[in-house]
């Protein structure tokens, strides 16, 4: 099995931009698809993006269509999200989660390894 560890969070204002990064060891990164959830407080654990095992796929929320990016690299075992114009709203707690399967899942039960998440605050 796989172990995502995230990095990256902070605090930031909006409109600004901060990069997460997760970093999957144990295993044959390449085998894994990847997503990013976030969860506010009081609210449900949402998908954010997903990659396919190669990254020729990528898939993402309508809330943060054109203003994330999600990459990722096999060969350093790393998934980037790069977040741009970042609003109040994106404010939450970011995983990283890991599927040993073909195609990009977007709900948080299809995902059975999960990091502990790197805290993202955006201040108006």
């Known amino acids: 099995q796989v172990q995502p560890v995230e990095s990256g969070g902070g605090v930031v204002q909006a409109g600004g931009s901060l990069r997460l990064s997760c970093t999957a060891s144990?295993?044959?990164?390449?085998?894994?698809?990847m997503g990013w959830f976030r969860q506010a407080p009081g609210k449900e654990r949402e998908f954010v993006a997903g990659?396919?095992?190669?990254?020729?796929?990528?898939s993402y929320a309508d809330s943060v269509k054109g203003r994330f990016t999600l990459s990722r690299d096999n060969a350093k075992n790393t998934v980037t999200l790069q977040m741009n114009t970042l609003k109040p709203e994106d404010t939450a707690l970011y995983y990283c989660?890991?599927?040993?399967?073909?195609?990009?899942?977007?709900?948080?039960?299809?995902?059975?390894?999960w990091g502990q998440g790197t805290q993202v605050t955006v201040s108006s």
């Open positions: 989660a890991a599927r040993h399967d073909i195609g990009v899942a977007t709900t948080a039960d299809e995902y059975p390894y």
């Open positions: 990659i396919s095992r190669s990254g020729e796929t990528t």
């Open positions: 144990g295993h044959t990164f390449s085998w894994y698809v």
